[in-house]
């Protein structure tokens, strides 16, 4: 046990443990109104199409300074572009393509990210050596996570919060009764975008820690978990948060105490646990509470 605590007091696993379960937080919070209006594979959409925006950002930034080591901004901004690039082409495929939606999202992700893979073939051959870890974008590597890092993770995810805390009624109405938004004059499309473009934000930030792939997990399944619990959104938010971010925290302690463990891979089951374990216990949706308020349940019903 002494070398349990010593492995998780230490500085780096100290420093991996709070940006993970910020990020999780915040792409809980973010991810519940993605489930409730549907767009879940949106946000697959938007993981998967980073990836090209990464490996042309590298190159360029490599060919206009060639003798710098890579830049994590420029790489994020590239991320985030290639991301919103994406979004614009789906919803130009849906309106002129006359393709189901399920198509359109296959067609986008698939060809962003088998582009991003070439583009990542021709990083890596590269002889500069500032391409190193250009590839953990895909599956993340939590463990390279350094003090600057965390602090960018802590400020964008108190930033996503705060936002999503402000935008809460807006969002709400637009998941459940869009037609009542356009009746009370309200902007549906500026609002889906700033939705949308949150969810881009927070992929983009957390794509260095989870990665691409596995960031879309910890946007959809703590909501789909804190579903199980409540039916109002006022709750489910911030519980959804609270999912994330202990499914970070767990993933994070198991893959600091077990050598060579990917982080983000050990997230996303821990995640997925909790949602197991939501279906059977929830106390608003699950197996059990569903059995005891039916008939001839586990509970039956007081008679008069």
């Given at each position: 046990?002494?070398?349990?605590?010593?492995?998780?007091?230490?500085?780096?696993?100290?420093?991996?443990?709070?940006?993970?379960?910020?990020?999780?937080?915040?792409?809980?919070?973010?991810?519940?109104?993605?489930?409730?209006?549907?767009?879940a594979l949106a946000g697959?959409?938007?993981?998967?199409?980073?990836?090209?925006?990464?490996?042309?950002?590298?190159?360029?930034?490599?060919?206009?300074?060639?003798?710098?080591?890579?830049?994590?901004?420029?790489?994020?901004?590239?991320?985030?572009?290639?991301?919103?690039?994406?979004?614009?082409?789906?919803?130009?495929?849906?309106?002129?393509?006359?393709?189901?939606?399920?198509?359109?999202?296959?067609?986008?992700?698939?060809?962003?990210?088998?582009?991003?893979?070439?583009?990542?073939?021709?990083?890596?051959?590269?002889?500069?050596?500032?391409?190193?870890?250009?590839?953990?974008?895909?599956?993340?590597?939590?463990?390279?996570?350094?003090?600057?890092?965390v602090w960018l993770i802590?400020?964008?995810?108190?930033?996503?919060?705060?936002?999503?805390?402000?935008?809460?009624?807006e969002w709400t109405l637009?998941?459940?009764?869009?037609?009542?938004?356009?009746?009370?004059?309200?902007?549906?499309?500026?609002?889906?975008?700033?939705?949308?473009?949150?969810?881009?934000?927070?992929?983009?930030?957390?794509?260095?820690?989870?990665?691409?792939?596995?960031?879309?997990?910890?946007?959809?399944?703590?909501?789909?978990?804190?579903?199980?619990?409540?039916?109002?959104?006022?709750?489910?938010?911030?519980?959804?948060?609270?999912?994330?971010?202990?499914?970070?925290?767990?993933?994070?302690?198991?893959?600091?105490?077990?050598?060579?463990?990917?982080?983000?891979?050990?997230?996303?089951?821990?995640?997925?646990?909790?949602?197991?374990?939501?279906?059977?216990?929830?106390?608003?949706?699950?197996?059990?509470?569903?059995?005891?308020?039916?008939?001839?349940?586990?509970?039956?019903?007081?008679?008069?």
């Amino acid at each position: 046990m002494e070398d349990v605590w010593q492995v998780l007091l230490a500085p780096n696993t100290r420093v991996v443990l709070a940006g993970v379960s910020t990020l999780g937080f915040a792409a809980g919070m973010v991810g519940t109104y993605l489930v409730l209006r549907r767009r879940a594979l949106a946000g697959d959409v938007i993981g998967h199409a980073a990836l090209p925006g990464v490996a042309i950002a590298f190159l360029v930034w490599s060919a206009l300074f060639p003798d710098a080591n890579k830049n994590m901004l420029v790489l994020l901004l590239g991320g985030a572009i290639a991301s919103a690039l994406g979004m614009v082409v789906t919803a130009v495929l849906r309106r002129v393509g006359r393709l189901p939606d399920d198509a359109v999202l296959a067609i986008v992700l698939s060809t962003f990210f088998g582009a991003g893979v070439v583009l990542l073939s021709i990083v890596q051959r590269g002889t500069t050596g500032s391409q190193s870890g250009i590839r953990d974008f895909i599956f993340g590597q939590a463990a390279a996570m350094r003090a600057g890092d965390v602090w960018l993770i802590l400020i964008s995810a108190a930033a996503a919060s705060l936002l999503t805390k402000a935008m809460m009624k807006e969002w709400t109405l637009v998941c459940f009764d869009e037609g009542a938004c356009h009746v009370l004059g309200l902007p549906v499309l500026g609002i889906d975008l700033v939705m949308m473009g949150l969810v881009v934000f927070v992929c983009i930030v957390g794509m260095q820690a989870v990665g691409l792939l596995l960031m879309v997990a910890l946007l959809v399944i703590p909501p789909s978990a804190a579903r199980f619990w409540t039916d109002r959104v006022y709750y489910m938010a911030p519980l959804a948060g609270g999912i994330g971010a202990l499914a970070a925290l767990c993933g994070g302690i198991v893959s600091a105490l077990v050598d060579k463990m990917p982080t983000g891979a050990v997230i996303v089951i821990a995640a997925a646990g909790m949602l197991a374990v939501s279906m059977l216990v929830g106390t608003r949706h699950g197996w059990l509470a569903r059995r005891t308020r039916r008939p001839g349940g586990l509970v039956t019903s007081v008679r008069k």
